[in-house]
């Protein structure tokens, strides 16, 4: 074996691999898919929960998916600044997140942690479980049941 041969051979051996996963944070606003392709946030009256795949799209002009986080979740935020830690795969576009978090008066308020969802009241229920209203957010259970009678009796 040629020499030049034994040394690429040795080199892809031995190569350092590189991973296709990654943990990291990232910072952006949501907005759509198609929006976002275009270097821009979606104007106020783009629907997110139907038209378009919400993502969050960071300052450097990326676009990226949350692979765990159901549409109509992320809708609600349309246009707010978020922060999410997960494990990225293909490049930092797709992301497996772990927490979510949304700006609120200028300091970060989770959302979404380790599956569970965390509604305005504070009270965490695994994403399964968590109920879409007709507003469009995402709460827990025993919440829903009570803006529904609430909703009822006016």
């Given at each position: 074996?040629?020499?030049?041969?034994?040394?690429?051979?040795?080199?892809?051996?031995?190569?350092?691999?590189v991973?296709?996963?990654?943990d990291?944070?990232?910072?952006?606003?949501?907005?759509g898919?198609?929006?976002?392709?275009h270097?821009?946030?979606?104007?106020?009256?783009?629907?997110?929960?139907r038209?378009?795949l919400?993502?969050?799209?960071e300052?450097?002009?990326?676009?990226?998916?949350l692979?765990?986080?159901p549409?109509?979740f992320?809708?609600?935020?349309?246009?707010?600044?978020v922060?999410?830690t997960?494990?990225?795969?293909l490049?930092?576009?797709?992301?497996?997140a772990?927490?979510f978090?949304?700006?609120?008066?200028?300091a970060?308020?989770?959302?979404?942690?380790?599956?569970d969802?965390i509604?305005?009241m504070?009270?965490?229920?695994p994403?399964?479980?968590?109920?879409?209203?007709?507003?469009?957010?995402?709460?827990?259970?025993r919440?829903?049941e009570m803006?529904?009678?609430?909703?009822?009796?006016?």
């Amino acid at each position: 074996m040629a020499r030049s041969q034994l040394v690429a051979l040795l080199l892809l051996t031995t190569s350092v691999a590189v991973p296709l996963c990654a943990d990291g944070t990232y910072t952006g606003v949501v907005t759509g898919a198609l929006c976002a392709a275009h270097g821009r946030k979606c104007p106020p009256n783009h629907d997110l929960r139907r038209s378009e795949l919400p993502v969050v799209f960071e300052a450097q002009s990326k676009a990226i998916v949350l692979a765990n986080l159901p549409q109509s979740f992320l809708a609600q935020w349309a246009g707010d600044s978020v922060r999410v830690t997960g494990t990225a795969v293909l490049d930092h576009v797709i992301v497996n997140a772990a927490r979510f978090e949304v700006k609120r008066n200028k300091a970060w308020s989770a959302v979404f942690d380790n599956g569970d969802v965390i509604d305005d009241m504070g009270h965490r229920v695994p994403l399964s479980k968590a109920v879409e209203t007709t507003t469009g957010k995402w709460v827990c259970p025993r919440c829903a049941e009570m803006m529904d009678q609430h909703h009822n009796h006016h």
